[in-house]
């Protein structure tokens, strides 16, 4: 038996494991006991990642070598792998002649290696000459990366997982972590085990298992916490409990947002939020943390995607920093706003600059200092200047016709984008859909011209970064199976070719003969880490050796041993003027509210043993267990209103489509309000699932669509 240290290719907790294999078999997993972010621990999905790889093994399943469809409806049929990377470069060469690049759009994935998004990110950007290449993290987490640069300067949360330990007040809005980071949630647990005065609030619409655990769960209406945060802050300006010395050292704009937020008393914000006045006091005094006899008490905030998932999620995150701000809760243990990383690499891309707005290493591309930067690292003359697509822009341009090519990797949009109406359009539409997937089964496999057989967790070599900017190495315990291959060489064998096809003006004195001379994955990295230096998250001192012996946050640079545990402790911010800067966003409702049309408000959001479309949990009858099929979950009162019974067939429509599904009891979601789970498509349910419902609405800033809200009606079917 060999044992291979990795991490969990789920969450963003980022949990060590132990790949136990035979051969070519992974035989076992268990959780690795030196690994920093779990010490051992793994939820459901990471115990079962052995029963799951051997699940998909089974050629029914599994992408095996690469197929081709001579046409939409013929079956797609084996392929050389030689003639199928033959065929994406000249058909992305041929349309990128005829129309120019921004007609061709690459879809990545927070589940992507850092190496692989690197290769695609400047495949696209310095070969290929668009920046339309954009990922489902746009889906995830870029309304907290808006916030963070907005408030603070940079796309870099603050804390480490010790923080959970010295919280006096932990904070937890828009976050099931229960669920969603359960193995970080058992930390969570032990530290108010160890410390039983320590406080929780959860914030969320709905009554999950978070918030049952909470000593104060403040049940707001859909969409109004930036008039929450707004009346904590109101609270603590008026009973004095904000840290004017912190105000005045380190922060700009604090006395617009102290006139913004006059407006939002308790007893204002209690009837816009649905909640009690006397509760929205006692949170903005938990959370300030003012002590008569000692220091300030520190507050950890926890967020994830109830903030993020939001037409107004940008505003949302930077209202929530500002209350860090004005009492000084940032910077020391057990202090600060914590965003909760949804998948297990979307901190990974967005550090190679995988959106569609960014550069390598935290570069902007609207700057042109940036540009030039890149454009010399990478030996090109040039990088495109015009933003890219982002993910909800790059399909509805597919849709129009406007972009003619799609290369989308390790996702599938056919399920997981918002308004699956547009995005299926798109797929249609498309004169060429690429899918370079590990698994034959998902709803955009469906739509595929070309499939490239991908290799996925236990085959692969890499790294990815977690919530707490700790860096993890990805290894393979087994080889690929059948003709499946790692991202990152698909991507630069494309590559290869492309520079033949498309030769790419090259800076002046560069020698190479290819832009993209990679061996290995730790070729890849060595490249990126070294386009790192000087930058923010500069990891110029992290070798694959270093990362050997133990993972590791970043920053650490040449010279260093080990990484910055927390940002800002000196009180010095990522900004021009090096403080961190008051942002006074108005309140703006979600972009649907219900009305007499469609009276119900619809959240979705995570199970707690599935994961995104199932493609990988949805093999294992035991992680059904917990949750065996999708339900439309609605308040009793809701269902004694209606006289419908549990399990009654139900029609759910918004403005955009309609599902039918059977009806659940559920104390958990408020009246007038329903839920319905992400993960369900497919066999399970048909269309798109729950995003057949959904609205494509995004933050102006951040373009993150709106998931977490629908206005719907439903009647019996
Ligand atoms: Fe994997 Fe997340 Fe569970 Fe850890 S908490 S085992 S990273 S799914």
Same mark, same amino acid.
């Given at each position: ?261 006059? &407006? ?13 006045? &006397? ?233 190479? &003969? ?33 990362? &050997? ?169």
């Amino acid at each position: 038996m060999q044992a291979t240290r990795s991490t969990c290719p789920y969450c963003g907790v980022g949990c060590g494991v132990v790949i136990e294999s035979r051969g070519a078999q992974i035989t076992g997993v268990r959780g690795d006991p030196d690994h920093p972010a779990n010490f051992g621990r793994l939820c459901t999905k990471g115990q079962t990642l052995h029963l799951t790889a051997a699940a998909h093994l089974q050629p029914q399943l599994r992408a095996l070598q690469p197929m081709r469809r001579a046409a939409r409806d013929q079956p797609l049929l084996p392929v050389a792998w030689d003639v199928a990377l033959d065929e994406v470069a000249q058909r992305f060469a041929q349309i990128a002649e005829e129309s120019g690049p921004d007609a061709l759009g690459l879809y990545l994935s927070g589940q992507l290696l850092t190496e692989d998004y690197y290769v695609f990110n400047k495949l696209a950007k310095g070969l290929l000459g668009t920046n339309n290449v954009d990922t489902n993290s746009r889906l995830c987490m870029s309304s907290a990366v808006a916030g963070y640069k907005q408030s603070l300067g940079a796309d870099a949360p603050p804390n480490c997982y010790e923080d959970l330990d010295h919280a006096a007040t932990v904070f937890i809005t828009g976050s099931n972590m229960a669920w969603a980071h359960p193995v970080l949630f058992r930390r969570l647990e032990d530290a108010r085990r160890a410390n039983p005065a320590q406080r929780w609030i959860v914030a969320d619409p709905r009554r999950t298992e978070t918030a049952a655990l909470a000593d104060l769960h403040l049940q707001l209406l859909p969409g109004t916490d930036v008039v929450l945060y707004h009346a904590l802050l109101h609270v603590m300006l008026w009973e004095g409990l904000t840290d004017p010395a912190f105000i005045a050292a380190h922060t700009t704009g604090f006395e617009a947002l102290r006139d913004r937020v006059r &407006e939002f008393s308790p007893a204002v914000a209690a009837k816009t939020c649905g909640l009690k006045a &006397e509760d929205i006091v006692q949170a903005a005094r938990w959370i300030a943390g003012v002590q008569a006899d000692g220091p300030r008490a520190p507050t950890l905030s926890l967020w994830c995607q109830g903030l993020n998932q939001s037409s107004s999620g940008t505003d949302k995150n930077s209202a929530l920093i500002n209350l860090h701000l004005a009492t000084g809760q940032i910077g020391r243990p057990g202090a600060g706003p914590f965003s909760l990383t949804g998948q297990p690499n979307a901190m990974g891309g967005r550090e190679v600059g995988g959106l569609a707005n960014l550069l390598s290493a935290h570069r902007d591309l609207a700057n042109p200092a940036h540009r030039e930067e890149v454009a010399a690292f990478w030996g090109v003359q040039v990088v495109p200047a015009v933003r890219g697509k982002s993910a909800v822009q790059m399909f509805e341009a597919a849709a129009e016709g406007e972009i003619r090519a799609l290369w989308i990797a390790c996702t599938n949009p056919a399920q997981s984008l918002p308004n699956q109406a547009v995005v299926r359009r798109a797929l249609q539409r498309a004169e060429f859909v690429v899918l370079q997937e590990a698994y034959t089964t998902t709803a955009t496999a469906g739509y595929a011209d070309l499939l490239l057989p991908a290799s996925t967790w236990g085959e692969k070599e890499g790294t990815v970064t977690n919530s707490e900017r700790r860096i993890s190495r990805v290894r393979a315990a087994v080889p690929a199976p059948g003709q499946a291959r790692a991202d990152w060489a698909i991507a630069a064998d494309v590559a290869q070719r492309l520079e033949k096809l498309r030769p790419p003006a090259r800076w002046p004195g560069w020698q190479g &003969e290819t832009l993209f001379p990679y061996r290995s994955a730790e070729d890849v990295w060595n490249e990126h880490r070294e386009s790192t230096r000087g930058r923010d998250l500069d990891i110029t001192g992290l070798s694959y050796a270093q990362l &050997e012996a133990a993972p590791q946050q970043w920053p650490l640079r040449e010279g260093e041993t080990t990484g910055a545990a927390r940002l800002y402790a000196d009180g010095v911010f990522p900004t021009p003027d090096g403080r961190a800067r008051f942002v006074a966003p108005a309140w703006r409702n979600v972009a649907e509210p219900r009305d007499a049309r469609y009276p119900v408000a619809l959240n979705t959001g995570r199970l707690r043993d599935q994961w995104h479309g199932a493609s990988r949990t949805g093999t294992l009858g035991r992680l059904f267990a917990h949750s065996p099929e999708p339900v439309l979950e609605l308040h009793p009162q809701e269902l004694a209103r209606r006289r419908w019974l549990p399990g009654k067939l139900v029609r759910v429509a918004s403005r955009r489509g309609a599902l039918v599904l059977p009806v659940a009891p559920s104390e958990a979601v408020a009246p007038a309000q329903a839920f319905i789970a992400m993960h369900w498509g497919g066999e399970w349910l048909s269309g798109g699932g729950v995003n057949t419902l959904t609205s494509d609405s995004v933050c102006p800033t951040s373009h993150q669509p709106e998931l977490k809200h629908a206005a719907v009606r439903l009647e019996p079917a």
